[in-house]
């Protein structure tokens, strides 16, 4: 029997997928490093569907019909160079290697023009959803060529969770593209998590509402225009409570927030593109603050607060809502905004609507509010940043005055607002008619000649400052 795909590495996720693919009607031939994982997959869930055993590489690549597939899910980093050395001269030109796991996008980009140069194709695909998704239909990212997308789409659009009909799994774009939108999925992730963590620490602190009670409030925002998984699965954790203390399951938890690289990624990347991406910045910082706990102890002790005596308005928790709606929208806005960046930097055409599209079901970030973000990228005259749809420009411009009240009110009584407060910086540094840039200019050419241009005349200029102050055309050494 040939196989219509093989998958190598069949630890938590690469056993899900190989289970999806085989209970959507694909034959899978089945690899691991060492053999009992597959003897236990087999074991544990054979009646999935159709798999093939084998035992070798040479097997693996034996089992599966022409143009082969064969998608690794090991250990991203070394073992999946290692893997492909191994694979390459089992495969024959046109022949599909996937890589399905948290690589690098420029590890990919490397690995595309590498296998290229020897026709083989090579697509670096994102999957988002975890263990679950894997198995019941995961959001799916793909990269490389258009051609290897032909071959491979039908079955990745067929395993893919589906929403309104429509697989959350489109080609994203060339080489690395499909890790590239993976890694600013998962930064939007933690700016999503931290502006929920942030109306928590806002509705305890500053109205005293208790964890079961913000977590019927979770509830409500659930039903709303914040509908998300992660609005849902928050108003769980805060409706928990620890069997052994009795407690909210949230005050027993140790608040130092753990990471694995990918928003550190986003945010690296996005420093080297020049893209404002201080919402999913901010919230990486959060956590590594969170996680300095020997100088969090100190500064206790140390550090004066100089809170206000203020009242929280009436109007609080809707104001909460609305501010963490704004922030929420921000977070995407910069994280779609430095997707448009990169399409620039690396040349890929990436469509933001089917991004977008592909966002709403399977991963982390699932939420109502990516259908009307879709929506805005599918009108003919696409806005440069999402804030400028129109439906967006419309619904920032309502929920402003209780954000603003928001972020002050957080300021006087001294409770950290990174994201909330941060993404109204940026919405009001982007509006600004002038930005204090001008006097960073000035200073520049000051102390390092670096010259500034005149908003009333074409060119470069320097102002001679040692001198007698007189400005000078600067000329152009590049
Ligand atoms: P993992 O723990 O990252 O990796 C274990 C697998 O890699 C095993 O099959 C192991 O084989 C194999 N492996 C390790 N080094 C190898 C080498 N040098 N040569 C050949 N095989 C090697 O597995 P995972 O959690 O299923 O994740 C797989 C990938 O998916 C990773 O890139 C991960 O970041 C990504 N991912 C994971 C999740 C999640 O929720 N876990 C979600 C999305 C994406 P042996 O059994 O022989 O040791």
Redesign the pocket.
């Known amino acids: 029997m040939s196989a219509h795909i093989g998958v190598t590495?069949?630890?938590?996720?690469?056993a899900n997928l190989a289970r999806n693919l085989a209970r959507n009607g694909f034959t899978v031939a089945l690899h691991?490093?060492?053999v009992e994982?597959t003897d236990a997959l087999l074991a544990k869930h054979g009646d999935d569907g159709d798999f093939v055993r084998t035992e070798t590489l040479q097997e693996l690549v034996d089992s599966l019909e022409k143009p082969r597939r064969v998608l690794i899910?090991?250990?991203?980093g070394?073992?999946v160079d290692?893997?492909i050395e191994q694979l390459e001269p089992l495969l024959e030109p046109g022949d599909i290697i996937i890589d399905?796991?948290?690589?690098h996008y420029e590890d990919t980009r490397r690995r595309e023009a590498a296998l290229a140069k020897k026709d083989l194709h090579f697509v670096g695909i994102g999957?988002?959803g975890?263990?679950e998704g894997a198995l019941n239909g995961p959001s799916i990212m793909p990269g490389g060529s258009k051609e290897s997308y032909d071959a491979l789409g039908p079955l990745l659009e067929k395993i893919a969770a589906h929403v309104d009909g429509k697989p959350c799994c489109a080609w994203i774009g060339t080489d690395g593209a499909g890790h590239f939108v993976k890694m600013v999925h998962n930064g939007i992730e933690y700016a999503d998590m931290q502006v929920i963590g942030e109306a928590f620490d806002l509705l305890r602190s500053g109205a005293g509402i208790e964890p079961a009670e913000q977590a019927k409030i979770f509830e409500e925002w659930n039903k709303g225009e914040l509908a998300s998984f992660l609005i849902e699965i928050s108003a769980e954790v805060l409706g928990h409570v620890d069997a052994k203390t009795g407690k909210p399951f949230v005050d027993v938890v140790v608040d130092a927030a753990g990471q694995k690289g990918t928003g550190r990624w986003t945010v690296i990347s996005a420093l080297e593109l020049g893209s404002p991406t201080s919402g999913i910045a901010e919230s990486v910082f959060a956590r590594a603050l969170s996680s300095q706990t020997e100088q969090r102890q100190l500064a206790q002790e140390l550090l004066a607060g100089g809170e206000a005596a203020v009242e929280v308005p009436e109007s609080f928790v809707e104001d909460v809502r609305q501010a963490l709606y704004a922030s929420k929208l921000v977070s995407y806005a910069q994280g779609l905004d430095m997707l448009t960046s990169a399409a620039k930097e690396y040349g890929w055409d990436l469509k933001l609507d089917e991004i977008a599209s592909l966002w709403r079901g399977g991963c982390i970030i699932r939420a109502e509010l990516l259908k009307e973000i879709t929506k805005a990228y599918a009108a003919a005259e696409k806005p440069a940043n999402l804030l400028f749809a129109p439906a967006f420009t419309k619904a920032i411009a309502e929920v402003l005055p209780a954000w603003r009240r928001v972020v002050a009110t957080a300021v006087q009584l001294g409770i950290p607002v990174p994201v909330f407060s941060s993404s109204l910086a940026y919405y009001d540094g982007l509006r600004r008619k002038r930005l204090p840039a001008a006097v960073i200019q000035g200073q520049r050419d000051l102390f390092g000649a670096h010259t500034y241009g005149r908003v009333d005349a074409e060119g470069t200029f320097h102002t001679l400052w040692g001198e007698d102050k007189s400005e000078i055309e600067a000329v152009d050494t590049h």
């Open positions: 590495g069949l630890a938590v996720m690469g691991n490093r060492s994982k899910m090991v250990k991203a070394k073992p290692s893997v399905a796991g948290n690589s999957v988002s975890g263990e």
